[in-house]
């Protein structure tokens, strides 16, 4: 069915639009009150993410309550490890874990690689199902972690502040870690190109632990890995106008603003900056910019919610290829009128 709002496409595609669409990563989530009653009657989170009419009631909800101009389906970048049976859990009020982790070259040997529609088919019912129910009202976005960012959470168990166990590795026994590496390159571009064909019609790959590397590191360990799995996507061909079919391609490395350049040479869309980047020293329409207001924005009042939005505008507005988005995910605590403070002062004050 045909798009009654492609701004974000658009703008991902570098085209002119009638103003700046927004979104904002995590935009489903714990700060929405129905989030919280809906996460409540499912009991546990991954109940939430394996059950298609609950993943897709909860990519609806923040486009019912907000102007939004793209949702994105309900899930968890630790799905593949999850599927490839390192047995995903949520304790009260702490972060993700899994029962085993990764440890040494045997145990990555031992990991296969998922098969998306059998093994991960409730992500691609929930797209079905979710793509159904938006009957069109805007676009629905896909995702994956990167390689590196979901390796960080497979060989350190669960979140990290250091990070030092995947270190060990990358310093002591970098071969074991480039096929780890390498088996999720391979993963990620299977599950994305399954989601690509149940519906997906942009891709965003989250690489939220890549600004941890050093510059070395982060071509070897995960710009080359995320580079790969461009090449193997299903895009469809990009052209001189506004392609309704082509499938863009946004990578964010939180942390990776230094290193604009070099992610434009991975062949993606699309580039997400985090707000440590002044978005006006960014190349201009080359590639899209998804960006970066700080999220704790959000805890101001109206003035300072406008004049930081308006901030943003200023450095790259001009432009086409704007997806205006926070630098990182929306806080769980951010109070529910900022949010549509921000979406209305975006799309007023960049009308064209
Ligand atoms: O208690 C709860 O209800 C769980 C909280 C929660 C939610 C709402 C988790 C656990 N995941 C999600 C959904 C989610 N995760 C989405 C849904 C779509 C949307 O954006 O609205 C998406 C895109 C993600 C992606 C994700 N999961 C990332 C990448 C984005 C980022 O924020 O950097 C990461 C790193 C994760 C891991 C994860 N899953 C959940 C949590 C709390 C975390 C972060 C843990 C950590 O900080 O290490």
Redesign the pocket.
């Known amino acids: 069915m045909p798009l009654k709002n492609d701004r974000y496409l658009r703008a991902l595609q570098c085209q002119p639009v009638d103003c700046t669409p927004i979104w904002m ?6 700060y929405l009150p129905e ?1 919280r009653h809906l ?1 409540a009657q499912a009991g546990d ?1 991954m109940t ?1 993410c394996k059950t298609p009419e609950l993943a897709c009631e909860a ?1 609806l909800q ?1 486009i019912r309550r907000y102007d939004l101009d793209a949702a ?7 799905t593949i490890p999850d599927a490839m049976g390192l047995g995903l859990y ?1 304790e009260q009020g702490e ?2 874990k899994f029962k085993k982790s990764i440890n040494d070259i045997s145990d990555i040997k031992q990991l296969a690689i998922p098969d998306p529609e059998s093994e991960l088919g409730y992500v691609m019912d929930a797209i079905r199902l979710t793509k159904r129910e938006l009957n069109g009202k805007v676009p629905l976005i896909g ?1 994956s ?1 990167s390689p590196w ?1 979901l390796a960080t ?1 497979m060989i350190e168990g ?3 502040k250091t990070f030092t166990k995947i270190k060990k590795m990358l310093y002591s026994d970098p071969l074991s870690l480039h096929l780890l590496l390498d088996k999720l390159s391979d993963s990620i571009a299977l599950y994305l190109n399954a989601q690509i064909q149940a519906g997906a019609q942009s891709i ?1 790959i ?1 690489d ?2 890549g600004g941890v590397l050093s510059h070395t590191s982060y071509n070897e360990f995960s710009l080359y890995y995320m580079t790969k799995i461009i090449s193997l996507l299903n895009r469809g061909k990009k052209q001189n106008t506004f392609t309704p079919d082509y499938v863009p391609v946004t990578l964010f490395t ?1 942390g990776g603003g230094l290193w604009f350049e070099k992610i434009m040479s991975s062949g993606c869309d699309a580039i997400g900056v985090d707000w440590t980047v002044d978005l006006s020293s960014l190349p201009k329409e080359k590639v899209a910019i998804q960006g970066n207001l700080d999220p704790t924005v959000l805890y101001g009042n109206r003035h300072t919610i406008e004049e930081s939005a308006n901030q943003v505008l200023k450095e790259y507005g001009h432009y086409n290829g704007h997806i205006f988005n926070l630098g ?2 929306i806080n769980q605590d951010t109070p529910l009128e900022s949010v549509d403070i921000l979406i209305n002062v975006v799309h007023q004050r960049s009308k064209r």
């Open positions: 990563m995590r935009q489903a989530g714990r989030y996460r989170f939430m990519t923040p994105i389906i309900f899930s968890d970048i630790l949520f972060g993700p995702f972690g960012t959470y669960g979140s990290s965003m989250f939220s632990w939180k990182h995910g």
